[in-house]
């Protein structure tokens, strides 16, 4: 099993920026992609950004240009600039092994509002 705990989150104005953190623990060996997914008032979950181990990473397109994934071993950021109000969401860490379930973190809310 994988453990996922994320920080960072919070209320910040439109504009601005937020530094998200997931460190993961447990059985971490052989974990292939991180990244971070949202899920904002009734919408569906969504991918946001992932990132593995060999650095390869991928963006929705909402959020190209603004957020910017980053890793270090089994710790990853997310550099979250130019923030909107439909930024508004839980985002949750994710990891997962080339064999095996999905992990999730607990999630961390991100509210942009004036």
């Known amino acids: 099993q994988v453990q996922l705990v994320e920080s960072g989150g919070g209320l910040v104005q439109p504009g601005g920026s937020l530094r998200l953190s997931c460190a993961a623990s447990?059985?971490?060996?052989?974990?292939?992609?991180m990244g971070w997914y949202r899920q904002a008032p009734g919408k569906q979950r969504e991918l946001v950004a992932v990132i593995t181990s060999g650095g390869t990473t991928t963006y929705s397109d909402s959020v190209k240009g603004r957020f910017t994934i980053s890793r270090d071993n089994a710790k990853i950021d997310l550099q979250m600039n130019s923030l909107k109000p439909e930024d508004t969401a839980v985002y949750f860490c994710?990891?997962?092994?080339?064999?095996?379930?999905?992990?999730w973190g607990q999630g961390t809310q991100v509210t942009i509002s004036s």
């Open positions: 447990g059985s971490i060996f052989g974990i292939y992609t």
């Open positions: 994710i990891c997962k092994k080339p064999i095996g379930p999905i992990f």
